[in-house]
């Protein structure tokens, strides 16, 4: 019976450690206004882009993976999304993971029409430059100052953040 007795002390060590974990996962999936990482990345096409080079316009990052059926889901809402606002400067970057085979990502860039540039995460470097990246889908939301302001593990959705990025837009005179 005094076996299952737990002591004051352990007890708050618990809590203490619970809420830490708690306030870490807050402050991890809040919007944090941090600068966005400096990343180089590979397309589908061989170009390379660089993060910073898009500083000017809002880009969304969306990491996904060609097995993970909420990231196929998302797929013509963000294609939907692209095309009405990448005209006025809006940019998507779909980052398929690691473990995705290259001739698949192609495929399903192909097959479901996803108008907006690919790359894969080979060696997990975009992924670890993000927080090293477990969930798919994950986004990312870069203000044109290249500040991440909003960060979702799960499919986004696509109205709200719509709304957020036309603000930007006008913001900066395109929307």
């Not at 203490?16 to 974990?21: D, K, M, N, R, Y």
């Not at 061989?46 to 080079?53: A, I, M, N, P, Q």
């Not at 990491?63 to 909420?70: E, L, Q, V, Y």
């Not at 990025?165 to 900066?172: A, G, N, P, S, V």
Request: aromatic share 6%.
């Amino acid at each position: 019976m005094n076996a299952m007795k737990m002591k004051p002390r352990d007890l708050i060590i618990g809590l203490v450690v619970l809420g830490l974990v708690g306030l870490a996962g807050w402050l991890w999936l809040a919007p944090s206004g941090n600068a966005a990482p400096n990343v180089e990345m590979t397309l589908l096409d061989g170009k390379t882009v660089d993060l910073r080079e898009l500083r000017g316009h809002p880009v969304l990052i969306n990491f996904w993976a060609t097995s993970c059926p909420g990231c196929v889901e998302e797929i013509p809402h963000l294609a939907k999304l692209y095309d009405r606002l990448s005209p006025q400067g809006f940019e998507i970057i779909g980052v398929a993971m690691s473990y995705d085979v290259p001739s698949q990502v192609r495929n399903m860039q192909q097959d479901r029409h996803i108008p907006y540039p690919i790359a894969i995460d080979h060696t997990d470097a975009i992924s670890k430059a993000f927080g090293t990246i477990r969930l798919t889908p994950t986004s990312f939301l870069i203000d044109p100052q290249g500040r991440v302001v909003y960060q979702k593990i799960g499919n986004v959705d696509v109205h709200k953040l719509a709304a957020r990025i036309e603000r930007m837009l006008k913001k900066q005179g395109n929307g």
